[in-house]
């Protein structure tokens, strides 16, 4: 009897993948269509196809084992709403298609429940650009970053009025003048 691993099944089943890619052509269009459904307000700009490619960059590069899992995941959505609509799913208008994240896959079961996990694929391909931490405030490391404001005028001295490091360091509360910070 010949065995077969469910990833071995998958890579004969699923479209074929061009060479340097990640994602078949039908499965980066849903990944796509499903970026453009999900990230409606942000406070950036990111096209859906930036995403997609971010997602198949990291999944090129990463060398997973598992990517085959991802390929399944899209060639799902992009199947299951045939039955609902009538249409694949990047064939559906932005609008249809939220319609049917908020009525079937957010919160469904089986394999609409499945479906939702391209949520976390777009979130990855989004927020793993590398425009993107700058634009929302994050500083990257090794990123020049903006120069601290001067010192406060309240802030506590670094040496104390003996000369030892500290504020009050050695100094008892009578030795405190009015006009100490303290």
């Known amino acids: 009897m010949i065995r077969f691993t469910l990833d071995e099944v998958a890579y004969r089943l699923l479209p074929q993948v061009a060479p340097g890619r990640a994602l078949a052509d039908s499965e980066w269009r849903t990944l796509r269509a499903a970026a453009e459904t999900l990230l409606e307000e942000l406070p950036f700009e990111l096209s859906p196809t930036r995403v997609a490619d971010n997602v198949e960059r990291f999944l090129c590069e990463g060398r997973s084992k598992r990517a085959w899992r991802c390929r399944v995941l899209m060639t799902v959505l992009e199947l299951l709403p045939l039955s609902v609509h ?57 990123e020049a970053r903006p120069k601290r404001a001067g010192r406060r005028q309240r802030s506590l001295p670094l040496v104390g009025a003996n000369g030892v490091n500290g504020a009050g360091a050695g100094r008892n509360s009578a030795e405190l003048s009015p006009e100490s910070p303290v």
Do not use: H
Request: glycine share 14%.
């Open 86 to 142: 009538g249409r694949r799913f990047s064939q559906l208008a932005p609008a249809e298609r939220r319609a049917l994240f908020e009525a079937r896959i957010i919160g469904g079961r089986g394999p609409w429940g499945l479906c939702a996990k391209v949520r976390y694929l777009v979130l990855m391909g989004t927020y793993g650009d590398e425009s993107v931490p700058s634009k929302l405030g994050v500083l990257i490391p090794n």
